[in-house]
């Protein structure tokens, strides 16, 4: 009867739902009757309205992040993030040097920038991870070289939930006179975020990571701190990042900001308890392995292996869960995790293993069907190999 129902939704890590009253909010922001305008519009009410609408949003996700109003940047999302911050730094500071410390582990968006400005004559490291997923304060210290300009590494690991030690490799960076980018797509609003505490100059946020609209996010930027802007055109957000502000989309985010704020300490217990509730379900399967970090991770994703089950089967077989596996999607051909790959994994394990991702909506009801479901898949994969 289970492939009559939706899958329950365990890809909280992809992308969130958005919560309800973010979708009120952004609602009201749409049509005459709401706050539609123009927020640069200078001659009228409408736009005073929508201006204030978007400062209150300035607020709520300064706030947050413990940043100034004036650092925040408003953006298409992390990946706009992310390229702003890596090529602005990059363009503004060549002269310094046109060194950059990254990890072989980030996100496709630090990634791919990365490799751009190699294209341009840019060197850069790729640090490897530690067997659990995370870099340490060593492994920056013995690659900062005096021609660095810029160490880019993120909070969470998004396909393990690890978190980096980012206040002190912050503090290293400040003493070395290297500006610090940290994507924090997958912490804010997860964990505790705090630019000026952890030693942060440049920090990539995404909405639709917790429970705010796709399509905007903000880049923060320490006042002081000067990077190129990749996008020209009427000079918005100080210059840094020019084009009409979408009004409704960051209202959505500062609600989802402000949310998150007050939920944090909740919502932080509710997601442990549900991902011990399946750890603890799943642990005595014969072959099973924890990806990352057991204990330095944020509680709201799990990444599991299943040694000795095919990879596509397990997938299959698991059709009622939605969840995200081991494997990208290359083209035609399916390619094994390369964060998997860079802890340790071969590709046979890469393909057999799982994130399974809870959030605000998850409930104990559904893992207790999670940890069924898997165990009875897994039961008969290894009775159909055997
Ligand atoms: C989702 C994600 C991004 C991309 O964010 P978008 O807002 O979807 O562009 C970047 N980095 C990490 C770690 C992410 O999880």
């Not at 340490?136 to 300009?149: E, F, G, H, L, N």
């Not at 059709?319 to 998997?340: E, H, K, R």
Request: glycine share 10%.
């Amino acid at each position: 009867m289970s492939n009559l129902m939706n899958p329950i939704y365990l890809d909280y890590a992809a992308t969130t739902p958005m919560d309800p009253v973010v979708a009120q909010k952004m609602a009201a922001c749409l049509t005459l009757d709401g706050n539609f305008a123009n927020p640069a519009s200078r001659s009228h009410r409408y736009g005073w309205m929508a201006e204030q609408a978007v400062e209150t949003a300035r607020g709520q996700i300064a706030k947050l992040i413990n940043a100034d109003v004036r650092e925040i940047v408003w953006v298409s999302g992390a990946t706009e993030a992310n390229n702003l911050a890596i090529k602005g730094v990059a363009q503004q500071h060549s002269a310094k040097g046109k060194h950059i410390i990254t990890s072989a582990i980030e996100h496709k968006a630090v990634l791919d920038p990365c490799i751009y400005l190699q294209e341009q004559g840019f060197e850069v490291t790729y640090l490897q991870p530690q067997t659990d997923g995370t870099v340490s304060v060593q492994q920056v210290k013995d690659a900062i070289r005096p021609d660095t300009v810029l160490v880019s590494l993120m909070f969470v690991n998004n396909e393990l939930g690890c978190i980096n030690p980012i206040k002190e490799i912050g503090e290293l960076c400040r003493s070395q006179n290297v500006l610090f980018h940290v994507d924090g797509a997958q912490a804010v609003g997860k964990t505790g975020v705090d630019v000026q505490a952890q030693n942060i100059d440049l920090l990539s946020v995404s909405g639709h990571k917790f429970y705010g609209p796709k399509g905007i996010g903000i880049l923060f930027v320490k006042r002081g701190v000067k990077i190129a802007a990749q996008i020209h055109g009427g000079g918005h957000e100080r210059g840094m990042r020019s084009g009409t502000l979408a009004t409704h989309q960051i209202v959505g985010l500062g609600e989802a900001a402000h949310i998150s704020q007050a939920a944090l300490p909740q919502e932080e217990a509710h997601l442990s308890a549900l991902r011990i509730q399946l750890w603890n379900g799943l642990k005595d399967i014969e072959g099973i392995t924890l990806n990352g970090s057991e204990h330095a991770c944020v509680p709201g994703i799990l990444n599991i292996s299943f040694a000795g089950v095919d990879g596509e089967s397990l997938l299959l077989s698991l059709a009622d869960l939605a969840v995200s596996s081991g494997s990208a999607c290359n083209s035609a051909t399916m390619a094994p995790s390369y964060v998997l790959k860079a802890i340790g994994l071969d590709d046979e394990l890469a393909h057999a293993s799982i994130r399974f991702s809870v959030g605000r909506f998850s409930t104990p009801q559904e893992i207790e069907q999670v940890v069924s479901s898997v165990g009875t898949a897994i039961k008969r994969l290894k009775g159909m190999a055997a």
